[in-house]
């Protein structure tokens, strides 16, 4: 357990730094419990993640997502890559990049939050943007 002060340093949840940080200490961080409510798809959501998730059954490797701004992409991105991980590694946890668009200081804790609130499946996240 960190201090008080040394906390306000610590690497966060699915960045490059926990990322670096793990394979470093040669073991893969807990991820503490959050403070965030749980989230379940709507319906069209689900439908879009009905889609992904028969796109990748089918084999293919990418899925082009293009639905309007706050309609949940980010919920349905999340929810895809994790029936994917669990569809290519039977089982395994899995390495799950995620490239978030810009601009970073709100589309990654969005994608982090997203993760925490539908559970990251015990796959190894890291999150980012071209940025």
């Not at 980010?74 to 395994?92: E, L, P």
């Not at 946890?93 to 539908?118: G, Y």
């Amino acid at each position: 357990s960190l201090s008080p002060v040394a906390a306000l340093y610590a690497a966060k949840d699915y960045s490059l730094a926990r990322w670096l940080e793990d394979d470093i200490n040669g073991k893969r961080s807990a991820t503490p419990a959050h403070d965030v409510a749980p989230m379940t798809p709507r319906a069209d959501q689900q439908e879009d993640i009905n889609a992904i998730n028969k796109s990748a059954d089918a084999g293919h490797r990418g899925f082009f997502l293009t639905s309007q701004t706050g309609t949940g992409k980010t919920i349905v991105s999340v929810m895809a890559a994790k029936h994917a991980a669990a569809r290519r590694v039977s089982g395994r946890p899995a390495n799950i990049l995620v490239i978030a668009n810009r601009p970073a200081a709100i589309c990654i804790p969005d994608f982090r939050r997203t993760i925490h609130a539908v559970g990251d499946d015990g796959h190894r996240w890291l999150v980012t943007t071209v940025d």
